[in-house]
Structures are given as C-alpha cells and as structure tokens.
C-alpha cells in the first residue's frame, strides 16, 4: 500500500488524532508500531518487514515520528509526519530510543520482531510495555466507508469466483493444489491485488479447518472445503463453500444442512448491542441441536479488516458489544475425523439496522466435476 494524498491524507491525521486521544485517556505515553497494519491504518504506509527497521513513534502530546531507512524515505508523502531517516551506519534502535526519552508507558506493536523488542527494552529501562493493539484496536475494530467499501469489492470479487467454479473448475482426477492455484488466479481476475490465501480440503483433509492444500487427487463422491481470500486496496476478502464431486451422500447432505441452517442463525443474530458471544451461541445452539456439537471446534468467526483476522472474535466469553461499522466472519463448521468437514463462511458489516451481508454467493452444496 503506497501513501495516499489529499483526503486520505487528512483521514490519516484524523486516525492519529483519535489515537492521541486514547493514549491520553489511558496513561499511555507512546506507541512504538513497526510492521503489520498498524502503519498502512495510520499513515497510509506499508512498511518492508526485514532487518532494517521502520518504525512510527506515536506521542501522546507531540507530532509523530517516523524512524524509516534512508533509502525507503522517498516513498513517505505525509506533512504531519516528523520523518527521521537513517543510513546503514546508524542505529535506528537508539534513534528510537532518545525519541522516547521520559516515557514511563509505552505500547509496542502487535508485529514487531523481538530483536528489535529486546533492544528497545534494553535502551528504554524501566518503561512499563504494554500491547499497543489494546489501544489501536479499539480504532480498527470500526470500519468508516471507506474500509466497508473495500471489504465490500474484495467480497464481491470472490463471490464472482464462486459463480465461475461449478463451470469454469474441474475438482476430480486433480490436485488439491491445482484447484487452490486456480482459485488464487481467479480471485485476481475478479479485482483482487493479490491473493493471500486458497485452502482446499478434500475428504478426510476438509475434517481439518486449516488444511495445508497438497498433493492429494480429489476423488469423486468427495466433499471439498473451499476458503480463499486476498486484497482489494489492503482489505481483506474471506469465503468458504464446501463443494461435492459428483453426488454427496444423504450425510453430506445432512451435515451441510446443519452447517447452513447455523450459517443462517448466526446471520440472522447481529445488530448493533449484541454480544459477540451470542453470534458464537446462535451458530453453535444450532450445530449441537442436531448432535454434532463435538465437531464444531473452532470459534463461529473472526473480525477482517487490514488483516483476515482481528478484533472482534464471534467466540464464547467476548462481551465485547457489536456496533455499527464492525466487519467480522460467521463461518460455522462440522469435521468428522478422518471422514469429510463443511464450512460456509461470509462476511458481514454490523450496522445502524442490523448485518450488511458483504457475501452473497449461494450457499447451497453444490455438485462439481
């Protein structure tokens, strides 16, 4: 993601004052973000993650700063950013370090390498470390319409590839990995910058939700979870359907029954006051009614944003409260070891009069070749 000018621009400056705000409310007296989204959120910039340092000093009550390699300098357009580059015969870490003279609390990044973690702590004796996600999170987890607009490209970008697929993707007699190619391809096609991720788990691999895609041929009469995702302007798309070749058996159809009707459940739970948990409650009620509550093992979603996962968790115990401008996952499973898993994964938007289903795909099992 490269700098933005004009409105951005001020949009940037608007987020750093917002988090200014908190910081000072909280105690805290800088934050030290280096790699990950942090950076593209707060001033636009990506930073390179290798062994030369980047990082953006956020005071409570001053300008903010940008420690950054001289030869990556050029690519910073922001006014309000105090740029201090560096060549390779200085040390960053003690730049850093004399820019947070007098701090007694101070966030660090969520994403920082621990060299540079160790080092900032050896310089900055004393200072009391906290996440900085506790403060920048609280930002993120609300998307303005410019982030909603974005989510909502990258989900319609994948939705159109799962219009393709019945037609345009042969599962039987091929590779889990010549599908998932085939999937990051068309996530391309259809508007993506890039294309993160394709799981696809065939058979006994779709009763493991995180499958690696390999070497395996897909076999007919099998199940296929299908999850992929990638990058629309920095924003994150993420859908699972779950595909047959050829017939499923009334199991299949079964277990993809439930999974759907909890699909619905969960959808049919957000509105602005509801408890995260209660989406996971909703989904999950659903799944244990019909037996297979022993196979639903991970949490119903996760919030999406410059990330595929973040704040807010859709899990058990997380009374955080939806609002407006919240983008997460509702993405209920069944996996029966060693046997076939389903999956139906969407993304939605809280807002003022309940969801904005970002996904629209069906979500029926459908029959491939």
């Known amino acids: 993601m490269t700098p933005s000018v004009?409105?951005?621009?001020?949009g940037y400056k608007s987020r750093l004052g917002r988090l200014q705000e908190v910081m000072t409310r909280e105690g805290v007296d800088v934050l030290l973000l280096s790699v990950g989204p942090d950076l593209p959120y707060l001033i636009g910039y990506e930073a390179m993650a290798s062994e030369r340092l980047t990082m953006l000093i956020v005071h409570s009550d001053a300008d903010p700063q940008l420690v950054i390699p001289e030869l990556e300098a050029p690519r910073i357009e922001a006014e309000y950013l105090d740029v201090l580059s560096w060549v390779e015969l200085d040390d960053p870490i003690r730049m850093v370090a004399d820019a947070c003279k007098g701090a007694q609390v101070a966030g660090l990044g969520d994403?920082?390498?621990s060299v540079f973690m160790m080092r900032l702590q050896d310089h900055l004796d004393g200072v009391k470390w906290q996440p900085a996600s506790t403060y920048t999170g609280s930002l993120r987890m609300i998307k303005d319409e410019h982030e909603v607009e974005a989510l909502r490209a990258a989900a319609h970008g994948v939705d159109r590839v799962l219009?393709?697929?019945?037609?345009?993707v042969r599962f039987g007699g091929r590779t889990e990995l010549d599908v998932?190619?085939?999937?990051?391809?068309?996530?391309?096609?259809e508007g993506h910058d890039d294309a993160d991720f394709a799981i696809v788990a065939s058979g006994p691999n779709g009763a493991s939700p995180h499958h690696d895609p390999g070497r395996r041929v897909i076999q007919g009469g099998e199940t296929v979870v299908c999850d992929f995702g990638g990058r629309v302007d920095g924003y994150h798309s993420d859908v699972t359907r779950t595909f047959v070749v050829g017939e499923p058996t009334s199991e299949m159809a079964e277990v993809h029954s439930v999974v759907l009707e909890a699909n619905r459940a969960g959808r049919a739970a957000v509105r602005p006051g509801v408890a995260c948990q209660q989406i996971d409650r909703a989904a999950r009620q659903v799944i244990t009614g019909a037996g297979y509550g022993d196979y639903f093992i991970h949490r119903t979603g996760h919030g999406i944003g410059l990330e595929v996962h973040e704040h807010p968790?859709?899990?058990?115990?997380?009374?955080?409260?939806?609002?407006?401008?919240m983008a997460f996952s509702i993405e209920p499973g069944i996996y029966l070891p060693r046997r076939f898993g389903v999956r139906i994964e969407d993304i939605a938007v809280?807002?003022?009069?309940?969801?904005?289903e970002l996904n629209r795909a069906p979500r029926e099992l459908v029959s491939v070749d």
């Open 6 to 10: 004009g409105g951005l621009q001020n």
């Open 111 to 113: 994403h920082t390498w």
């Open 163 to 168: 219009a393709r697929v019945p037609g345009a």
């Open 180 to 189: 998932a190619r085939d999937l990051k391809r068309m996530a391309e096609e």
């Open 313 to 325: 968790y859709m899990v058990e115990g997380n009374e955080q409260v939806l609002q407006p401008g």
């Open 350 to 356: 809280c807002d003022p009069s309940g969801i904005d």
